[in-house]
């Protein structure tokens, strides 16, 4: 049999990545062996490749952190291993090193990933450098009206109340999926305060520049400052928010300019600069990447008024990872220092909100939550998800809580059980028949004998009389208690099927293997207005060489707040707070999902699953601007700037 020249180039082909793939393996396993580094790296020398990922999605990078050597984590990261490949747990080496709690790894693969999107940013801003072969720059390319502006500029929105009666703004996906461009509980976000209120020129009335009106909760705030602003400017691009601003009577105020179009449109016009410097300047608009935030960044210079002058935007970058979301944040961050800008941070208790919200709707019966580890459980769940489960818990719990009737239920059984079991002593004991030998005087009734001394058969009188009365207390108590056990525990399992209701319905989105908490209610109290709900938190995703080390867990907030001069960001539960402090408000994303298919990745594809790399980090995780209502943890699904295309430039 003769092969052809296609076929033989082809066999040598598939040669050489079986060859590939043994050398990947073997160099994983040596790393997870804890072979000698010498070895390691002669075999990394000898062509083992770096970007070579296992079945589990495991890295030769991965397989550093895992063994906590840092020296080789330095070497791998030197030649080249790709500081963001994403497991098929969703998580990076980074986040392993977080898990670990190991700053050294972490630190080397964070400045790695912060070297690396600068360089890219530097090579997308230079034409002649960023044509080079060697350059990948990552491209957003949804054109869906959640990743593209044209899209979501021609798309209809729809401004309404949600369940929990806060205004939301909601945009239909051409799946039919829907998407809030922003959300009520965002209003619980100090930032205009944080802003404001100690600006010198407060109390003449600030000059301001908001960037996307969205629900006005912004301008709103601004406006409520103590001394209303002397010039407020917005730049809003969509008409159908045009249209409620005008309905809203933004127009009518004297102090607002309303720029209608992109701010792109008015950065450098007449119009805007024309105002003359502003004291605070905020801006959050939607379906951009981080290319155009960066490209704001540029103009502040220009829009600021002096060194008192504050600006923050709203800061989602990279936020379905926690490695990921803390490179962008140092990026931004420099980026903004390159303009002149002084970077500061401050934690936003976003739950405050959301808690108050949960307590309004509850009704009769308060939670407190049981579990037998940290809070972390709740960053299983976005916000809006765990905003909308926890009233509805409540509210099916209370159905079987009914204060009045319990106590009452509860005074005339205990009256019952000490008056019913005396009364009938005392009946049984006129009613019962003497017995037989009560003249024996070393034998009355009252004696302490139970039986007649001379027949051991016969019962005495009295003790009959307390063995009925004892038997009455008995068959009361099952007829007291146990219809209310009954109706308890009914309550119980309806809760607890809606909770398993749930957690087979997060299990069809997010997988079988998804680490996910497991939530009983215990039985409810009688005359108690707590309901115990204990928490499983599984370990999340063992690894099979190293099962104790958990890996990251998952977040529940997704955003934060990123301000200059005075900065919001989320509060985070984390699991094994990172050493490095700096790390640790970062902790806590949510891993994306849209990661790709397993197996060697293209050199690019790596930042494309993490959803990072410049120009396709997501402004906002649209996890956080669900529609409340859905229940589902919504991590299979889109992010805002997904899928993404690796594009050579
Ligand atoms: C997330 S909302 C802003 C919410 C706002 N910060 C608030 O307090 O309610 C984003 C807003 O930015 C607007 N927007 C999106 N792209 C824009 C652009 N290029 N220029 C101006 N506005 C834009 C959207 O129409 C939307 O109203």
New binding site residues.
């Given amino acids: 049999m003769s092969l052809s020249a296609q076929d033989i180039a082809e066999m040598m082909e598939d040669t050489d990545v079986d060859e590939m793939v043994e050398l990947g393996h073997d160099l994983i396993f040596s790393i997870l062996e804890r072979t000698p580094i010498d070895v390691v790296k002669a075999k990394v020398d000898a062509g083992g490749p770096l970007w070579f990922q296992d079945d589990e999605g495991i890295s030769a990078l991965h397989a550093a952190v895992y063994v906590e050597n840092t020296e080789l984590v330095r070497f791998l990261i030197q030649n080249g291993a790709l500081w963001n490949a994403v497991d098929n747990q969703h998580n990076s080496p980074g986040d392993i090193a977080l898990s670990l709690n190991n700053e050294g790894c972490y630190t080397i693969i964070r400045d790695a990933g912060i070297r690396s999107e600068l360089l890219l940013t530097l090579l997308a801003s230079r034409e002649t450098l960023s044509n080079s072969p060697l350059s990948l720059v990552l491209k957003a390319t949804d054109t869906t009206a959640a990743g593209s ?1 044209e899209s ?2 021609a798309s209809r ?1 729809r401004f309404e109340k949600d369940a929990h009666g806060q205004e939301i ?1 909601l945009l239909t996906l051409e799946d039919e999926d829907e998407v809030g ?2 959300m009520g509980w ?1 209003r619980g976000i100090k930032t205009v305060r944080l802003l404001c209120h100690d600006h010198e020129n407060l109390n003449e009335g600030l000059k301001v520049l ?10 709103t705030f601004f406006e409520e400052l103590p001394r209303t602003p002397a010039q407020h400017v917005i ?4 008409p159908d ?1 045009l249209k409620h601003m005008r309905e809203l009577g933004w127009y009518d105020k004297p102090h607002v300019k309303i720029l209608e ?4 449109d008015f950065i450098e016009s007449e119009e805007l600069l024309g105002v003359g410097g502003f004291d605070v300047i ?1 801006t ?5 990447d981080y290319k ?1 935030l960066h490209n704001f960044f540029g103009h502040l210079p220009d829009l600021l008024a002096g060194p008192e002058s504050r600006f923050s935007f ?1 800061h989602g970058l990279g936020a379905t990872n926690a490695t990921f979301y803390d490179v962008y944040t140092h990026v931004s961050e420099l980026h903004l220092a390159e303009v002149g800008m002084d970077v500061s941070w401050s934690d936003v208790d976003v739950f405050a909100d959301s808690g108050k919200r949960v307590s309004s709707l509850t009704r009769s019966l308060r939670l407190r939550f049981h579990t037998s580890s940290s809070p972390m459980f709740v960053i299983l769940y976005p916000a809006d998800v765990w905003a909308s489960r926890i009233p509805a818990v409540t509210r099916t719990a209370s159905r079987y809580f009914k204060k009045g009737l319990e106590w009452i239920w509860l005074i005339v059984s205990f009256a019952a059980l000490i008056a019913a079991p005396v009364a009938v002593y005392f009946v049984a004991l006129h009613s019962l028949p003497d017995d037989d030998n009560s003249d024996d005087n070393n034998n009355n009734d009252h004696d302490r004998d139970r039986f007649d001394d001379d027949d051991r058969n016969s019962f005495d009188r009295y003790w009959k009389a307390r063995l009925i009365s004892f038997a009455t207390w008995i068959a009361l108590m099952v007829v007291v208690f146990v219809p209310m056990h009954m109706w308890k525990n009914h309550g119980k399992r309806v809760v607890n099927q809606m909770l398993i209701n749930w957690e087979n319905e997060d299990r069809a989105v997010r997988g079988p293997n998804a680490p996910l908490p497991t939530l009983r209610m215990k039985s409810p109290g009688v005359i108690s207005k707590h309901i115990k709900l204990s928490v499983n938190i599984p370990p999340m995703a063992p690894s099979m060489y190293n099962p104790g080390s958990n890996v990251p867990p998952v977040s529940l907030r997704h955003c934060s707040y990123m301000m200059t001069s005075c900065t919001d960001d989320i509060k985070q539960y984390i699991a094994n707070g990172p050493m490095d402090p700096a790390a640790a408000r970062y902790y806590g994303q949510q891993p994306p999902q849209n990661v790709g298919q397993w197996g060697p990745p293209p050199t690019s594809a790596q930042a494309t699953q993490g959803g990072a790399g410049f120009g396709g980090v997501p402004l ?1 995780n649209p996890h956080d601007e669900r529609v409340p209502g859905y229940s589902a943890p919504t991590l299979a699904y889109s992010d805002e700037k997904n899928p993404f295309e690796d594009v050579k430039v």
């Fill in positions: 502006t979501y500029l929105l703004c461009v922003m965002e908001n960037v996307g009106f969205g629900l006005g909760i912004i301008d730049i809003e691009a969509h928010v179009g992109k701010w792109q905020y959050d608009t939607f379906s951009e155009e709203f906002y």
